[in-house]
């Protein structure tokens, strides 16, 4: 995102919406959309921290 984020204009459709809305988020903090619009995280690396017991709980065991 913070790379796609650098562009002026991205004329371009994206998927990343519906599945992104339509499933639980891992992350602690979700993700702002707005207008069709991500804001890109502000925290550091990647700009999110993940909700470690979600991960847990939604890990595949193998």
Excluded: N, Q, Y
Excluded at 1 to 26: K, N, Q
Excluded at 27 to 46: K, M, N
């Amino acid at each position: 995102m913070a790379v796609f984020s650098t562009l002026p204009h991205l004329e371009w459709g994206s998927e990343h919406f519906g599945p992104r809305i339509l499933v639980e988020d891992l992350v602690a903090t979700p993700l702002v959309f707005e207008e069709f619009e991500i804001h890109v995280p502000a925290g550091p690396g990647l700009g999110v921290t993940l909700d470690e017991d979600k991960v847990r709980t939604m890990a595949r065991k193998m």
